[in-house]
C-alpha cells in the first residue's frame, strides 16, 4: 500500500465532472474566462487526505488507524476511477465506502475552493454549538441531521455530503437522487440563539448558507465516469447580524477545534468537564518558522503512546518508514482554544518538505520529518 499525506511521496491529482446548482454559486477559481462553472474539477489526493484524517478524527477518534488509501484504489490515469466495480464487495459496503469517501472529498471541496476553515460535525438533534447557539430538526421533519456546521471569514454554512456509486445517478433528467435527500436534510434543520432566560428562554430561527456535495464514484469495470455535484439550496430563519456571525463562527470554530483536539486525545472528558491532557509537542523540519505543534504519533495499529525519540525508532524498523505519523494542531490554535481566545483562519502554508499546514492548523507529517520542540 502507498501511503503518502503531506509530506514524502506526493499522491496523484484527479479529475472528474463537476455540475454546480445553481451556476451562480459556483467560487471564481473554478470559472472559465466566459465566466460559466468548468467541464472537470481536479481534486489532489493529498488535500483529500489531509480532509479524511480530520474527519476521522473529529467523527470516530477510535478509528484513526484508517489510513489515506486511495492510490491503491484507483486505476492508474487523471481521472478519479477506481479500480473495478468500486472499493467493498457488494452492496453493503460499496455503499459504506461510497458514503466514507463522500464525506472526505465533499469537505476538501468545500475548503479548498469556497474556503471554510472550521468543520464542526453535527452529532445528532438540538446539538450545542455553545450555551447559546444550536442545530435543531425542524419540528415534524423527519430526515436526518446534515454531516457539518462549517465557517469561513464572514459566513456560516450547514452542508451535506454524499457518495454513490450506483448507475443510475446521473444528471439526464433532473437532481441525482442523493442530491434530493440532501436538499431536504439541509431544509429540515435550523440555527437556532437563545433568548431570555429561566421560564422566558427563546430560540429564534437564524439563516445560514447550505451546501450539499455528492461524488459519483467512476469505476472501471463496469465502465462509469466520475462526477461532482453541488448544490447550493436556501435555508430558512432570519439574517444573522454582523455581531451574531462573530459569536456564531467562535461558537463553531471553538467546537471544531475541540473535536479535532479530544480526537487527537489532546483532551478528555470528565463528565460534563473537558480538561487537557500532557501531550507531545513537536517542530517539523522544513519548517523555517520553528512553529511548535502538539498532537500524537499516529501509525497503522491507531494513536500510539509513546515520545517522539520511541516514535521515530518504531518508523525506522518499519517497511516504510512513513507508516508512522505525526498528527496535530499548531500550537498557537490549541492555546488559544485553551485560554478562551479568538480563534482566527491561519495562511494554507506548504514547507519545504511538502508538508501541508491547513488554514485550522492541522498537520499530518513523516515521524521522520519531525524533531523535538
Given at each position: ?41 481536479q ?31 484507483l ?6 476511477i ?19 469517501f ?5 469537505r476538501?471541496?468545500l475548503?479548498?475552493?469556497?474556503g471554510?476553515?472550521?468543520?464542526t460535525?453535527i ?6 454549538l ?18 457539518w ?28 437522487g ?90 478528555q ?25 502538539s ?42 482554544y ?8 491561519l ?14 492548523g ?12
Open positions: 500500500m502507498r501511503i503518502a499525506l503531506n509530506g514524502g511521496n506526493e499522491m496523484s491529482v484527479r479529475s472528474l465532472r463537476y455540475i454546480i446548482e445553481p451556476p451562480s454559486a459556483c467560487p471564481p477559481g473554478l470559472l472559465t474566462s466566459a465566466g460559466v462553472p468548468v467541464d472537470q474539477i481534486m489532489d489526493l493529498d488535500d483529500v487526505a489531509r480532509s479524511a484524517w480530520n474527519e476521522i478524527l473529529q467523527t470516530a477518534p477510535g478509528s484513526s488507524s484508517l489510513f489515506a488509501f486511495f492510490e491503491d484504489l486505476e492508474p490515469g487523471s481521472n478519479l477506481w479500480r473495478g466495480s468500486g472499493p467493498g464487495r457488494g452492496t453493503e459496503m460499496r455503499r459504506s465506502f461510497s458514503g466514507l463522500g464525506r472526505f472529498f465533499a476538501a471541496y475548503q479548498l475552493n469556497h471554510f476553515v472550521w468543520f460535525a452529532d445528532g438533534n438540538n446539538f450545542p455553545s450555551p447559546n447557539w444550536r442545530v435543531r430538526r425542524k419540528s415534524r421533519s423527519k430526515t436526518n441531521m446534515p454531516d456546521i462549517c465557517v469561513r471569514p464572514g459566513e456560516l454554512a450547514i452542508a451535506e455530503a454524499k457518495g454513490t456509486h450506483q448507475k443510475g445517478n446521473c444528471t439526464r433528467g433532473g437532481q441525482p442523493p442530491i434530493k435527500t440532501a436538499d431536504g436534510q439541509l431544509k429540515g434543520v435550523v440555527v437556532e440563539k437563545r433568548t431570555g432566560g429561566g421560564r422566558l428562554t427563546g430560540w429564534n430561527e437564524k439563516s445560514v448558507k447550505g451546501w450539499a456535495v455528492m461524488s459519483r464514484w467512476g469505476t472501471a469495470n463496469p465502465v462509469r465516469d466520475p462526477f461532482m455535484y453541488v448544490l447550493d439550496p436556501k435555508t430558512d430563519g432570519e439574517p444573522l447580524s454582523a455581531d451574531e456571525i462573530e459569536e456564531l463562527s467562535q461558537a463553531v470554530a471553538r467546537k471544531s477545534v475541540e473535536q479535532t483536539a479530544l480526537g487527537l486525545r489532546l483532551l472528558g470528565k463528565g460534563a468537564e473537558i480538561v487537557p491532557t500532557p501531550r507531545h509537542k513537536i517542530r517539523i523540519v522544513g519548517d523555517d518558522e520553528k512553529r511548535d505543534f498532537g500524537s504519533v499516529v501509525s497503522p495499529f491507531g494513536i500510539l503512546d509513546m515520545g517522539l525519540d520511541q516514535a521515530m525508532e518504531l518508523a525506522l524498523r518499519m517497511p516504510n518508514p512513513e507508516a508512522v505519523r505525526f498528527v496535530g494542531l499548531e500550537d498557537e490554535v490549541l492555546t488559544n485553551l485560554e478562551g481566545r479568538h480563534l482566527k483562519e495562511p494554507r502554508r506548504k514547507l519545504n518538505d511538502g508538508t501541508v499546514v491547513g488554514s485550522d492541522l498537520v499530518v507529517v513523516p515521524i521522520t520529518n519531525t524533531m523535538a520542540s
